[in-house]
């Protein structure tokens, strides 16, 4: 580990990536071994490198719960279990990220859209202390990126929209692989008050505000079919979001 990683938190782990999981009784499973396998990899190329697996569920109605704490037993001092009571995803990163506390605090989505090989290179620049966040783009210059026309078309216009009223300086805000220093767990999450959808945005512009590093990895993205986002009910608070981001900043 580099100085610039240790100086920037007192954490003894130095990398924590949480799972976030709402209704995933079919996918978990999978996602967590192959998270796992790319953990492993990861720590074998870099000796000594401390790191935990979190699967953060909140309100599934399904068997994820039970699934996650299965993986836990299992996998002892790799896999740990939280079940969270409010919904949401934003809430459930917030909340992971502070019981777990490491150098680096990561997420990627249970499905693996943006695939899991790509983890050192959304850690690396974060633990080395060369950015405060990383984050997976599927409309950067690089990007490798499969989805429908219509999830396409919304993130086109959602980001442009973000460009030109917040005036971010950057690509795609929804990417469901992230990873920040402990120092923005510290000084930046605990002031995102969006705890759903809007929390990606929301952390980012607000990163980028306080004139933090943020850096976009060109992400090989495919989209898995069965989502859990409502399309429209999501577009509706993101705008909202939007709104009390701009007065707010
Ligand atoms: N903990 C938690 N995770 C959630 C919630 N809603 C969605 N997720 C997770 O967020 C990730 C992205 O969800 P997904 O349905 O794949 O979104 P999409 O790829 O944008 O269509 C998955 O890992 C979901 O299980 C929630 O309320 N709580
Ligand atoms: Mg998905």
Redesign the pocket.
Known sequence: MTAGAHTASKAERDLTLV??????ERDLERGCLLALDALRALASERPGMRWLLVV????STDATPRIAERLERRYPGEVRALV?ER???GG?LKRAWKTFPAHVLAYS???L?CDIAQLGALVDPVLEGRTDIAFGSRLAPGARTQRRAGREAISRIYNALLQRYLHVGFRDA?C?FKAVSARVARKVVPAVADD?WFFDTELLVRAERSGLRLHELPARWR??P????RILRTALADLAGMRRLRSEL
């Open positions: 799972l976030p999981a709402y209704n995933e953060a569920s909140n309100g969270i919904a949401g995803r459930a989505d249970v499905d859209s929804q469901g759903g989209e898995d069965r989502s859990s986002v």
